[in-house]
Each structure stands twice: as structure tokens, then as C-alpha cells.
């Protein structure tokens, strides 16, 4: 298991956490390698998609088809599918959910995604506020929320959003996170999409994309 206190996974009591060495020249190089560069950018869509509540900060959010190409898997219920570049890794998860990542030569985890069926007693009313609140209970200090979109139509569900940025006790490692529940018609699910902070301006079109491209059923 990766050492203790670098990303905080979705589920209440549980964390998926790498080793982290903040590199921003690392990470543009690894991107420039692997091929992925900003696949979605800023202010280069219609708008949000959403209603209520919704920060021009999702703008970005256009729900749509992955780019050809990419990798799907779903959760083992099948009620959400994860759709991410091959460059991408899966990862050791909790049974039930899925995970993936990358990794610079560094040891630099610049992407983690993870999907999990929804474990508490979590809300699209409050899940703002019910992520954050699980920030701090498990190894996250100095977390700070940005930006809050609810309302937003998914591909086959209805979801509410938080963009915020922690900092971990341990390593003392510094994330930015894209942390959505989405209601389907059976079920709950739980996608996180975060990269170092550092490496935000790199991936963060990539993980816009991802969050996208989610799908429940």
C-alpha cells in the first residue's frame, strides 16, 4: 500500500495514498511523453449544463463521450463507468471501487482517479460540505474549497461537485480535487479526480475531461 496521508479517497474510512515529490518541470515533461497535454481547456465551451447553484467555475462541464481511445471500467455493480487515457494505471483500490493514476519517473503522483458506490449517509444536498468534512477527518489539513456546482446532468444521473485543495499531514503534499457524487437510477457513485497542485495547470483539463465523461446507470 502507498505510505500514509497523500490522497484521500472518497469513502469514509478508507485512503488510497502514494509517495509524492512536488516536481512541476517533471510533470510538464511526463505529459509532453506520454501524449496528454490539456485535452479539455478552459472557456472553450458552451457552459455548464447544470442548474442551481452552479459556479461559472464549471464552465468547463460539458458531459459527453470520451476522446477515442480511451479505457473504460466499470464498477463492479455496473452502475458507474470510469473513462481515462491508456497512459493511465489502475491502482490498488478497496474491493468494489476503482482506481487508476500516474506517475512521473519522480515518483510524483500528477493524476489519481477513483469511482466508489457511495458509502454514508452523503447527499447531492450536502455533499459539498460532507467532502470537505471527510478532508478533515482523515489526513487533510489547510483544505479549502473553490468552487461548488450541483444541479449538473451527467451521463445517466444527476450529480453535485466540489473543486478544493488539501494539504496532507504527512509529506505535506499539496492537492487539487474535482470531487463529484452522482445519483443514477439505482444507485450512488462517488468520482474523485485529483492531481498534485502543482501539476494543476498540466492535468487539470485532463481530469475536467474524466469527470465528463462520467457515466452511472
Same mark, same amino acid.
Given at each position: 500500500?502507498?505510505?500514509?496521508?497523500?490522497?484521500?479517497?472518497?469513502?469514509?474510512?478508507?485512503?488510497?495514498?502514494?509517495?509524492?515529490?512536488?516536481?512541476? /518541470?517533471?510533470?510538464?515533461?511526463?505529459?509532453?511523453?506520454?501524449?496528454?497535454?490539456?485535452?479539455?481547456?478552459?472557456?472553450?465551451?458552451?457552459?455548464?449544463?447544470?442548474?442551481?447553484?452552479?459556479?461559472? &467555475?464549471?464552465?468547463?462541464?460539458?458531459?459527453?463521450?470520451?476522446?477515442?481511445?480511451?479505457?473504460?471500467?466499470?464498477?463492479?455493480?455496473?452502475? &458507474?463507468?470510469?473513462?481515462?487515457?491508456?497512459?493511465?494505471?489502475?491502482?490498488?483500490?478497496?474491493?468494489?471501487?476503482?482506481?487508476?493514476?500516474?506517475?512521473?519517473? @519522480?515518483?510524483?503522483?500528477?493524476?489519481?482517479?477513483?469511482?466508489?458506490?457511495?458509502?454514508?449517509?452523503?447527499?447531492?444536498?450536502?455533499?459539498?460540505?460532507?467532502?470537505?468534512?471527510?478532508?478533515?477527518?482523515?489526513?487533510?489539513?489547510?483544505?479549502?474549497?473553490?468552487?461548488?456546482?450541483?444541479?449538473?446532468?451527467?451521463?445517466?444521473?444527476?450529480?453535485?461537485?466540489?473543486?478544493?485543495?488539501?494539504?496532507?499531514?504527512?509529506?505535506?503534499? /499539496?492537492?487539487?480535487?474535482?470531487?463529484?457524487?452522482?445519483?443514477?437510477?439505482?444507485?450512488?457513485?462517488?468520482?474523485?479526480?485529483?492531481?498534485?497542485?502543482? @501539476?494543476?495547470?498540466?492535468?487539470?483539463?485532463?481530469?475536467?475531461?474524466?469527470?465528463? &465523461?462520467?457515466?452511472?446507470?
Amino acid at each position: 500500500m502507498p505510505p500514509a496521508g497523500d490522497i484521500t479517497s472518497p469513502q469514509r474510512n478508507r485512503s488510497h495514498r502514494r509517495r509524492v515529490l512536488t516536481a512541476v /518541470t517533471a510533470a510538464a515533461v511526463v505529459a509532453t511523453a506520454l501524449g496528454l497535454g490539456l485535452f479539455w481547456t478552459h472557456g472553450a465551451h458552451r457552459g455548464p449544463t447544470a442548474t442551481g447553484g452552479t459556479s461559472t &467555475a464549471f464552465a468547463w462541464f460539458q458531459p459527453g463521450a470520451q476522446p477515442a481511445g480511451w479505457v473504460q471500467r466499470s464498477l463492479p455493480d455496473r452502475e &458507474a463507468r470510469l473513462s481515462y487515457p491508456p497512459t493511465l494505471d489502475p491502482q490498488r483500490s478497496d474491493p468494489g471501487s476503482v482506481s487508476v493514476g500516474l506517475t512521473s519517473g @519522480a515518483g510524483a503522483v500528477l493524476v489519481y482517479l477513483n469511482v466508489t458506490p457511495r458509502q454514508g449517509a452523503e447527499t447531492l444536498a450536502d455533499w459539498a460540505d460532507f467532502r470537505v468534512a471527510h478532508l478533515r477527518e482523515e489526513t487533510a489539513r489547510a483544505v479549502r474549497r473553490t468552487a461548488v456546482g450541483t444541479g449538473l446532468h451527467f451521463r445517466g444521473g444527476v450529480g453535485s461537485c466540489v473543486v478544493d485543495e488539501y494539504t496532507t499531514r504527512v509529506h505535506a503534499n /499539496t492537492y487539487e480535487e474535482i470531487a463529484c457524487l452522482v445519483q443514477g437510477r439505482h444507485g450512488a457513485s462517488v468520482l474523485v479526480a485529483a492531481t498534485l497542485r502543482a @501539476a494543476w495547470a498540466t492535468y487539470s483539463g485532463l481530469v475536467q475531461r474524466v469527470v465528463s &465523461a462520467f457515466q452511472v446507470s
